[in-house]
């Protein structure tokens, strides 16, 4: 099937490890032209060498703490420089980190910025163009909308499907469609280096609550995450769409 991503211009976030990384290799073997932010300049520069290696363009590199102040401006000139205009926002940036009901208010504030801020403040920087353009892919990720917990985390994820799905009525008219994605346990950086760092703890969650039986691999979301970000997917929009070996309904 011929996904149409030749020549689409895509921003992924986050993408210097993880299912970032893994969804820019995707869209740049499509013929997407890419373009990667994250803060590691060095992981996100060996990334585009590895795809400039494949014979695919090289990504431009925007090394950037999403969170400081100028980051939308500083990102979105770096790719109207570079592309001209952007057709495809990738969602990526954010982390899950235990936040207990006693945890200070920074603990929380901190996880609602990493993962509801950037998501809005990007897209915000981005739409105008697409309603110019009349057309747009917004994809976000998101997390579990069955949660064992209250968690920060959880909570800005859900925030996100929310305003997501409010946006996919407002533009929907619009030739833009907007999307979430929630990964179940797919093996990134966080989850290999800090949530699940042991093949052991990995097997034994896999075998209680996830039907499948092992954790994902970034290629495994990045196809879904991939199909949404094409112009054949324009009639998904407004959706939450599980990638999670099953295991939603056995989350505890
Ligand atoms: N993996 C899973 O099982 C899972 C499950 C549920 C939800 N998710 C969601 O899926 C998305 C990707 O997760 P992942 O597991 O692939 O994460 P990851 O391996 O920890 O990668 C996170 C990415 O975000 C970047 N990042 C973090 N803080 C940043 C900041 N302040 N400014 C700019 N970039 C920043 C990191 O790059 P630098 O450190 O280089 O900045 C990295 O590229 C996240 O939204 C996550 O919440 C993942």
């Known amino acids: 099937m011929d996904l149409q991503l030749k020549d689409q211009t895509c921003l992924v976030t986050g993408a210097s490890v993880g299912i970032g990384h893994g969804v820019a290799k995707m869209l740049a073997s499509e013929g997407a032209r890419v373009a990667i932010t994250a803060r590691r300049e060095n992981l996100l520069n060996e990334l ?9 363009e090289r990504p431009v590199v925007i090394p950037v703490d999403v969170n400081s102040a100028d980051a939308p401006d500083v990102i979105k000139k770096a790719v109207d420089d570079a592309f001209g205009h952007l057709d495809v926002l990738v969602n990526n940036v954010g982390a899950a980190a235990a936040s207990p009901m006693d945890a200070p208010d920074e ?6 910025d990493l993962n509801f801020k950037p ?34 985390s959880t909570a800005a994820k859900a925030a996100i499907q929310a305003w997501s799905k409010g946006l996919s ?3 929907g008219a619009d030739g833009i469609t907007s999307n979430c994605v929630c990964p179940g346990r797919i093996m990134s950086e966080q989850v290999t ?38 112009p054949i997917a324009r009639y998904v929009t407004g959706t939450v769409i599980e990638v ?6 056995y989350s505890h």
């Open 107 to 112: 603990v929380w504030d901190n996880l609602f």
């Open 48 to 56: 585009a060498d590895e795809i400039a290696g494949t014979g695919a």
């Open 169 to 171: 009525n407002q533009v």
């Open 244 to 249: 999670d070996g099953g295991m939603k309904r």
């Open 119 to 152: 998501t809005r403040r990007l897209t915000s920087a981005f739409l105008p163009g697409m309603l110019e353009r009349k057309y747009g892919r917004i994809v976000n990720l998101t997390g579990t909308q069955e949660p064992p917990a209250a968690s920060a």
């Open 193 to 230: 280096e800090r949530l699940y760092p042991t093949e052991e703890s990995r097997q034994q969650f896999a075998d209680a609550n996830i039907p499948a039986g092992y954790f994902g691999d970034p290629e495994d979301i990045a196809c879904m995450i991939v199909f949404l970000c094409s």
